[in-house]
């Protein structure tokens, strides 16, 4: 079982390309907030950096923040929640089970240097800007719901569980805990030692909560 075997392929040429162009404009707009401080840059000077017009930034991320916050690798492991196990419906117990030995290979293929690098970037502005904490909490929110519904698809459950809602919210909300920890530190030491502990954590709770 390889990394590349589970990596998010997109489906269309266009898709690729929006994943690229997206990825393109937020190192751009990293850039610009390095230089010249994130409040004072502007989305239009983004663009204009970029080479796209406004309304392209505003489609891609829908806000300034979106710039900051913006994550490749989301779309990639709710693919991984969606596929594992050939997508059959699933006891939780046995989602679980196939979904543990994805764990490192997951991360090693998503954690790289360069993109660690980017992230630590950008969670400089998650704590300097409340805004930007603001707009994660609402993406976090967001990504709960995502895998609420993608939880209970997998093992013939109502989305509105108890269980499933704890699910969610543990998976995501745990996931956070980790990027606030490797903050914490100073950004000492890899996210994907730290990644690979948490997401371990996190099943072993997953395991205790959907008996």
Not at 70 to 94: K, S
Not at 132 to 146: F, K, Y
Not at 166 to 175: D, N, Y
Request: proline share 4%; with cysteine.
């Amino acid at each position: 079982m390889t990394a590349a075997a589970h990596r998010r392929i997109p489906a269309t040429v266009w898709e690729r390309r929006k994943i690229e162009a997206m990825s393109r404009i937020q190192r751009v707009a990293l850039d610009l907030f390095d230089e010249y401080g994130y409040r004072e840059v502007t989305v239009e000077r983004v663009a204009a950096a970029a080479g796209v017009s406004p309304s392209s930034v505003y489609r891609y991320f829908g806000t300034k923040e979106m710039l900051v916050l913006y994550d490749e690798a989301d779309p990639q492991l709710l693919d991984v929640l969606r596929t594992a196990g050939d997508g059959e419906t699933l006891d939780p117990a046995a989602l679980l089970a196939v979904a543990r030995p994805l764990v490192p290979v997951m991360v090693a293929a998503l954690l790289t240097e360069d993109s660690e690098r980017r992230i630590a970037r950008r969670l400089r502005y998650v704590h300097a800007f409340p805004e930007v904490r603001d707009g994660q909490t609402r993406q976090m929110r967001e990504l709960e719901e995502q895998f609420g519904l993608l939880f209970a698809e997998r093992c013939g459950r109502d989305p509105n569980d108890l269980q499933v809602r704890m699910a969610a919210s543990t998976a995501i909300w745990g996931g956070v805990a980790a990027l606030d920890h490797w903050a914490g530190r100073g950004f000492a030491g890899r996210l994907s030692e730290i990644y690979t502990a948490t997401v371990e954590a996190i099943i072993d709770a997953l395991a205790a909560i959907v008996r």
